[in-house]
């Protein structure tokens, strides 16, 4: 079945190549479509263009289909072409041709839009939930580490004493510009493509604003030329935020690497949660981290992708638009098992004590030691010299303690500050508003 079948045959290789992988990926997309239908054929019956006695038998059909969904009993048939075809097809199997009443004032191409930014928005909840969770440990291990002193580094040379306090709250924080990044493309999603059809608008007296209040976006994308512009960019608006978690937990993770290594010595990991070598006995390897990092870095390519796919095409719909879904949505899960991986990796490392007692990082203090002379009333330059040239003969002496105290330092970490900027960034998203509308959608 095709929404645009007019009775000609279509060659079975060009059907195979335009069809692609719609069917196997729409399956994720059918609670949304069946949603997105729900909220239209309410407005279609408020602007007269369905009885009363219509909706009555439409939206209890609907409520099924949405329910399979839910307990992976929806499928889309053997030459079935789309979601949307699917749909359609049962309720006209259900309900006769009432059924093929709920396409009018719609396109296939304002159909998919809409659904895409409801599954979109979906997933994004989703991954503020698993942002959360991995920020939450990160706070927490670096509370709990903040004295456990950590050579820093600068060119891969050691350079002044850090802490995992430091460390693990580093990425915390980094979470949340990343965070500040996925509200952006959040509220780039939340508007309501419906009602744009094919880009151009419809001659029905279609109310947008109501499907707009039913589906709890916060606003239209009003101008219908512009809706229609808006796929592939509301995907690569949300794959750039993407990619900027990808980054910040890929270079955690290739810390992660580096720090367990036998040079370093940093860190470790429970035997449970590392693999071995099929010819040395000892190895413990960190492949969860290693695996990460490279889900990270094909994460960070998918903006790259999605561009190169949009680039050079004019406004309207094109055909190219089909195959960013291939890479866009299989994208949410790589990225959200990354961070629970991450999360309970996290979670469940171990901190090496003591590190800094180690001789070969005894030169890490001494920037400990040029301040202190400069505290004593010594010109910064001069002590500088002085400590540099005590290194050079072999005579310098490692300070006994280190005292750091201003924001963000080794003794002062700002650990509650930093929540806070998180807290802000997390009650900008109105989560509430689009859970009490789909709910109050699935009780009409």
Known sequence: MKLWDKGTAVNKKIEDFTVGRDRELDVELAPFDILGTMAHIIMLEKVGLLEREELALLLPQLKVLYQQTQEQGFVIEEGIEDVHSQVELLLTQALGDVGKKVHSGRSRNDQVLLDLKLYTRNRLMQLNVGISDLFEVLQQRSEAHKDDLLPGYTHLQVAMPSSFGLWFGAYAESLVDDMHLLLAAWRIVNQNPLGAAAGYGSSFPLDRELTTQLLGFDDLSYNVVYAQMGRGKMERSVAMAMASVAA?????????????????????????????????????????????????NKLQALPQQIMMITANLPSGYFRDLQLIKEIFLPAFDELQSCLDLTTFAVANMEVKKDLMKDPRYRYA???????????????FRDAYREVGQEIEKGHFEVPESIHHSHAGSLGNLCTPQIKAKMEVVQRSFNFETVNTAIQNLMNQ
């Open 248 to 296: 910040t937990v890929g270079k955690l993770a290739m810390d992660a690497c580096l720090y367990m290594s036998q040079n370093f010595g940093f860190i470790g990991l429970p035997a449970e949660l590392t693999t071995g070598s099929s010819i040395m006995p000892h190895k413990k390897n960190p492949d969860v981290f290693e695996l990460i990092r490279a889900k990270c």
């Open 365 to 379: 203090f001494s920037v400990e030691e040029v301040n202190r002379r400069v505290l004593e009333g010594l010109p």
